[in-house]
């Protein structure tokens, strides 16, 4: 087992439980270290498996690694991230759409693989809609996850909140946030903070990679060109999850059935 370099203790601590509970510790290891360690291994001819968990870049690496060795083949199991888009009509219930898009865009700080990233409003509802999601943002506790009226805590390291600083400020440059947390209150200083934020985007193919942290992409669609979106948002290259809010099962069916996502949510 090989922790992402940001989590050792907590991986120290499974595999600690894991031998108590009588996993003999020949067969379960811990190997904490940054990618080299992970390089090491995957190159190591003894390696006879790998399963993977993060990000889509690094997953590709693995498998040129492996596809390079002079070994036997060995599989790859990869679970990478998502931009796990939520498609919402006009008949949803705004109050129970906003609680989804609340807890699933930016508790955990946006930090779960299936966290939302891509909202996608019917044009007939997305004022009023994008109004109460901005309003229920507004009233977050952002703080100390130690505390239990914490609701969003702070990104993994330095690198996560300073990519996703420069993210916020280049589409806030262009005019394209609609909402951030901190203009609001102020954020905690000692951490590595990220505000939640809301940004309006043109087209779902506009959102070509996961942002990983509390920022949530909007877009409209117009009645009656859902295949349009559909089409959109599979050419994103993403599949991990996705979440329907309508009140029509034909809908929410077909889009289940045009977009070939891991987990969908109705």
């Known amino acids: 087992a090989k922790p992402a370099e940001q989590t050792p203790l907590i991986a120290a ?94 508790r955990s700080a946006g930090q779960r693989c299936s966290a939302l990233r891509l909202l996608c409003l019917q044009e007939d509802v997305a004022e009023p809609v994008l109004d109460m999601i901005a309003g229920a943002a507004r009233a977050l506790s952002v703080g100390d996850p130690r505390e239990l009226s914490t609701q969003v805590g702070p990104v993994i390291d330095a690198e996560a909140k300073d990519k996703l600083d420069r993210w916020i400020a280049d589409h806030d440059g262009a005019g394209r946030v609609r909402f951030r947390w901190d203009r609001f209150k102020p954020l905690p200083t000692a951490g590595f903070y990220v505000p939640p934020t809301i940004i309006p985007l043109d087209r779902a193919r506009d959102l070509r990679e996961e942002v990983f942290g509390p920022i949530l992409h909007v877009v409209r669609w117009h009645a009656g060109r859902l295949d349009a979106l559909l089409d959109d948002i599979a050419g994103n290259g993403y599949g991990l999850t996705l979440g329907i809010h309508s009140r029509i099962d034909a809908t929410a069916a077909h889009i289940a059935e045009r977009l070939a996502n891991g987990n969908v949510y109705v």
């Open 13 to 106: 601590e499974a595999v600690r439980i894991l031998h108590q509970a009588g996993v003999p510790t020949g067969a379960l290891q811990l190997l904490p270290g940054d990618g080299k360690v992970g390089a090491a291994l995957v190159a190591d001819r003894r390696v006879a498996g790998v399963a993977f968990t993060g990000s889509t870049e690094v997953a590709r690496a693995i498998n040129r690694a492996l596809a390079a060795k002079d070994a036997p083949i060995v599989p790859l199991i990869a679970e990478t991230g998502g931009i796990n888009p939520m498609i919402v009509d006009a008949t949803a219930l705004p109050e129970q759409v906003t609680d989804d898009v609340i807890a699933s865009a930016f």
